[in-house]
């Protein structure tokens, strides 16, 4: 089976349908080597959450979307239409999860640009949960390009110092919700302009 290399998605796992004998093969490009040690500290497991490969058959077609376009990840069903109606109208695709297995796994195989999560999605306290876990984990390169939003009723909206302490973008109260729009517009404008300095930065630095 040739598949050019351009139409691979980069530095993401995938999956794509033998035409032979129609089963799935898993392609997981994320780099692992096998001298990586592993990590001394106790962890949630979030890798063995990762499910087998026909509970979500579906969503593991390969997907080719267009250079542009943003991708989203909703994990708020309490507040999903909310957030549905302001990504769509910033034009972004929209995604869902079924469960908190089903969260991770999606979160492995597709880059998302902006997630956004529930402080008690699952049914999970936020520290053991382990979407948070996996957001919280990954490395620094990819983190950086997505947007997390956490929403709860434990945050005070826009508060800087909680959303540093939780390694997200922004912090929203629940009864927050009707600005939801505004909320968005301010804390992506304000991380769009960091991020563009940050990276004109390292250009200059010659480490970009």
Same mark, same amino acid.
């Given at each position: 089976?040739?598949?050019?290399?351009?139409? +691979?998605?980069?530095?993401?796992?995938?999956?794509? #349908?033998?035409?032979?004998? !129609?089963?799935?093969?898993?392609?997981?490009?994320?780099?692992?080597? /096998?001298?990586?040690?592993?990590?001394?500290?106790?962890? +949630?497991? #979030?890798?063995?959450?990762?499910?087998?490969?026909?509970?979500?058959?579906?969503?593991?077609?390969?997907?080719?979307?267009?250079?542009?376009?943003?991708?989203?990840?909703? =994990?708020?069903? /309490?507040?999903?239409?909310?957030? #549905? /109606?302001? =990504?769509?109208?910033?034009?972004?695709?929209?995604?869902?999860?079924?469960?908190?297995?089903?969260?991770?796994?999606?979160?492995?195989?597709?880059?998302?640009?902006?997630?956004? +999560?529930?402080? $008690?999605?699952?049914?999970?306290? +936020?520290?053991?949960?382990?979407?948070?876990? #996996? =957001?919280?984990?990954?490395?620094?390169?990819?983190?950086? $390009?997505?947007?997390?939003?956490?929403?709860?009723?434990?945050?005070?909206?826009?508060?800087?110092?909680?959303?540093?302490? !939780?390694?997200?973008?922004?912090?929203?109260?629940?009864?927050?919700?009707? /600005? =939801?729009?505004?909320?968005?517009? !301010?804390?992506?404008?304000?991380?769009?302009?960091?991020?563009?300095?940050?990276?004109?930065?390292?250009?200059?630095?010659? !480490?970009?």
């Amino acid at each position: 089976m040739n598949i050019p290399g351009e139409k +691979l998605p980069k530095d993401q796992a995938f999956s794509i #349908t033998c035409p032979g004998c !129609k089963n799935k093969i898993k392609i997981d490009q994320h780099l692992k080597t /096998k001298d990586t040690p592993p990590k001394q500290e106790e962890a +949630l497991d #979030t890798a063995g959450m990762v499910v087998n490969q026909e509970e979500f058959e579906d969503d593991e077609e390969l997907v080719i979307y267009d250079e542009d376009d943003q991708l989203a990840l909703i =994990l708020d069903e /309490k507040n999903q239409s909310a957030w #549905t /109606k302001v =990504l769509e109208s910033r034009g972004y695709k929209i995604q869902y999860a079924k469960s908190l297995e089903h969260a991770v796994h999606k979160m492995k195989f597709t880059h998302f640009h902006f997630i956004a +999560l529930h402080e $008690n999605y699952g049914n999970q306290d +936020l520290d053991n949960n382990p979407v948070y876990k #996996t =957001l919280i984990e990954m490395p620094m390169v990819i983190r950086r $390009n997505i947007f997390v939003a956490l929403m709860g009723k434990n945050f005070k909206t826009l508060k800087n110092m909680q959303a540093f302490h !939780k390694s997200v973008n922004v912090v929203i109260n629940e009864s927050d919700i009707e /600005k =939801l729009e505004d909320v968005l517009k !301010k804390s992506i404008s304000e991380i769009e302009i960091f991020y563009k300095v940050f990276k004109e930065t390292l250009h200059s630095a010659g !480490k970009a």
